[in-house]
């Protein structure tokens, strides 16, 4: 595919109006603004960046990635599945990409198979034939602008700071999809911690607006 169209199309995958439901979910950063744990813009860029470098940003890349390249996406669907820290991270996973397959396979006219996100979208970049590692990055931007979003929501942040902590994070992302690219599956790790708890005990916050 020519370098413009796929950028085209990898925008609409990851625009705000694509209907995977991204802005439903906080991804734990619901209960760690009740907690005092982000308080402002700095702790929210430091928040955002550590599930970018030691979470989920970098093990959805390794999975991308993984399912761009293999024949069998399900093994892959299986062990992302098995990654998922939280009964609500495993939701929140599950049910964007269910809705990002139906939604590509209604565009293709073809038949969709629900699969873990990051699996899904590495499955359909390698059948539209996309550029492997510019999806990468396109999909970590994304995660940073939703959980941005859902910053300026919670904190709250104003328009600014929340533009300013995507675009001060971007060169972040777009290392991290790099570097994955290059790697494998043997090379998943999750050490971010706190973003882990956040979503486990989100699951029993009493007041909510955020699925996750």
Not at 124 to 132: G, I
Request: aromatic share 8%; net charge negative; with cysteine.
């Amino acid at each position: 595919m020519p370098i413009d169209a796929a950028v085209l199309t990898l925008a609409q995958w990851f625009s705000p109006s694509f209907p995977v439901g991204a802005f439903a979910y906080s991804h734990g950063l619901e209960w760690a603004v009740q907690a005092g744990d982000v308080t402002d813009a700095a702790q929210t860029q430091h928040w955002i960046d550590t599930v970018l470098r030691h979470g989920a940003g970098w093990n959805d890349c390794l999975f991308i990635a993984a399912a761009y390249r293999t024949d069998d996406a399900g093994a892959v669907d299986a062990m992302a599945r098995a990654f998922a820290a939280s009964a609500e991270r495993l939701r929140e996973t599950d049910l964007q990409g269910a809705a990002f397959a139906a939604a590509v396979a209604n565009l293709n006219g073809t038949t969709a198979t629900p699969r873990t996100y990051p699996v899904a979208v590495g499955e359909a970049a390698r059948n539209a034939d996309l550029p492997l590692e510019l999806t990468a990055k396109m999909y970590l931007h994304s995660l940073t602008s939703s959980l941005a979003g859902a910053a300026m929501r919670l904190v709250p942040l104003g328009q600014s700071d929340g533009q300013a902590i995507i675009r001060a994070l971007t060169p972040a992302a777009q290392e991290i999809a790099t570097r994955a690219c290059a790697a494998s599956l043997d090379d998943l790790s999750a050490t971010a911690f706190a973003t882990d708890i956040a979503s486990m005990k989100h699951e029993t916050q009493y007041s909510r607006i955020f699925r996750t």
